[in-house]
């Protein structure tokens, strides 16, 4: 018979394996074939993910699934089973796990899967397995959320241009034109101050015949001589 203590490591393994199912999500794997170099591979990929992959005891596993009412799960508990979960990504397990399905179909076989304390099929970790990882995910949810306000921002600045200059003319063109519209409105104003003297030349002729044409004395007529001054004159 075991000894107390063999008991005892037993059931803290037994109580470990059914905090897990009920808590995490993880696949059921039959790695029978599986070399040394390829499972070394896996279980780095498993890690680098927070992915807790090892090799489970089938006896030990039925006692842990029965604690949770997973009773389905007693069938695929034959042969070599390995167990891979994760507490931070559900969907990490399975990702992986069907990537190594398809690279070695023959030997690395998924057998079911657990996920928020239901039982999964082999078909549903497969579909499960091709949502994107957690960080893409939360990447394209605060996408979606931002989305709206970008759009808001969009139009606002459109308005904007649209409001101060035409709306297919740039900023940068926009600045530079200013200054040639005031120098367009103040250039009639210089060269009519040019322009005034030149006139001033022009009409100072058609002055001055004025005033000589008023000067000249003008010739009055020769008084008529009466008989009084003839007889005189003889």
């Known amino acids: 018979m075991p000894s107390e203590k063999i008991l005892a490591e037993k059931k803290k393994i037994v109580e470990s394996m059914t905090e897990s199912l009920k808590s995490q999500a993880g696949v059921f794997v039959d ?11 896996m279980r780095v990929k498993m890690r680098d993910a927070n992915v807790n992959y090892s090799v489970i005891r089938n006896r030990l596993m039925k006692l842990a699934i ?29 990702r992986i796990v069907k990537e190594y399905s398809d690279k070695l179909p023959n030997y690395f076989e998924i057998k079911a899967g657990f996920m928020d304390g239901r039982i999964l099929s082999v078909d549903e970790v497969k579909s499960i397995a091709s949502i994107p990882a957690l960080p893409i995910l939360q990447a394209q949810f605060l996408g979606t959320l931002l989305a709206p306000i970008t759009s808001l921002a969009v ?3 459109a308005a904007a241009e649209k409001g101060g200059a035409p709306a297919d003319a740039p900023a ?35 002055e001055a015949a004025v005033e000589v044409s008023v000067e000249k004395p003008v010739k009055k007529p020769a008084a008529k001589k009466t008989k009084e001054d003839t007889a005189t004159e003889e």
């Open 155 to 157: 139009v606002l600045k």
């Open 31 to 41: 790695y029978k074939g599986i070399t040394v170099v390829e499972d070394t591979e």
């Open 66 to 94: 029965k604690n949770v009412g997973f009773d389905e799960l007693d069938s695929i508990l034959v042969g070599t089973t390995s167990l891979a979960i994760s507490k931070d990504d559900p969907i990490a397990p399975a």
């Open 172 to 206: 940068e063109v926009k600045a530079e034109e200013a200054p040639a519209e005031v120098v367009a409105e103040e250039a009639p104003t210089e060269a009519a101050a040019e322009e005034t003297p030149a006139k001033a030349a022009e009409e100072a002729p058609a």
